[in-house]
């Protein structure tokens, strides 16, 4: 099997870790493709929070850079304790339009779901592409309205919403089909990367 580099997303979680974000969603591309040319693949979406302490609900968009023109579809698939959810849907060019999803809390009535603590998964999008050889994507998560992300506290049910300005949005870029010497270049560039953010 063909690995999937991942260059960015080290990067993107150092940023989450040395920035003073309140709120951050960050993109995971699965570690390993299928064969090429044709295939698929799936990059998934965690939230979280230094407030609250479950996930409530939010609404982001996904944008590929380069390597779009070798998307053929984009969809999304929501975390189990998601009940509220809008899809809308894969508009081309390498761009999912925004998702929304939710879950109503009330403490005591209505307790969050298990697995929607903050740092878990929201859901995930399956990207289908069509090409032959290597090719480098770039995804970013895009600002949803009125508001990206949610939390609220078990315990009390105060709610917490990013601002738009106190929230860091995932970005990721991989090389799909790598080279085998490749592959290794980009994987050591995203550790050094890293090392260099805790230092």
Not at 43 to 70: K, N, P, Q, R
Not at 131 to 138: D, L, N, S, T
Request: proline share 6%; with cysteine; charged share 10%.
């Amino acid at each position: 099997m063909l690995k999937l580099v991942t260059l960015a997303t080290a990067v993107a979680g150092c940023a989450s870790l040395c920035g003073a974000q309140d709120f951050s969603l960050v993109l995971v591309p699965e570690p390993v493709l299928p064969e090429c040319p044709d295939g698929s693949f799936t990059v998934s979406v965690y939230g979280d929070s230094s407030f609250g302490t479950h996930l409530l609900g939010g609404a982001f968009g996904l944008e590929i850079g380069d390597g779009s023109e070798f998307i053929t579809d984009i969809t999304w698939t929501n975390a189990a304790w998601s009940a509220f959810n809008t899809d809308g849907g894969y508009a081309g060019n390498g761009v999912h339009n925004q998702v929304i999803f939710g879950q109503l809390v009330i403490p005591g009535i209505f307790p969050p779901a298990p697995g929607s603590e903050n740092g878990e998964l929201i859901g995930s999008f399956e990207v289908e592409y069509a090409f032959a050889g290597p090719v480098f994507m770039e995804f970013q998560l895009t600002a949803g309205s009125p508001f990206s992300l949610e939390t609220v506290d078990s315990v009390t049910g105060q709610t917490y919403q990013d601002n738009g300005s106190n929230i860091s949005l995932g970005s990721a870029s991989i090389l799909v089909c790598p080279s085998p010497g490749c592959g290794v270049l980009l994987g050591l560039a995203g550790i050094a990367a890293t090392k260099r953010c805790r230092s």
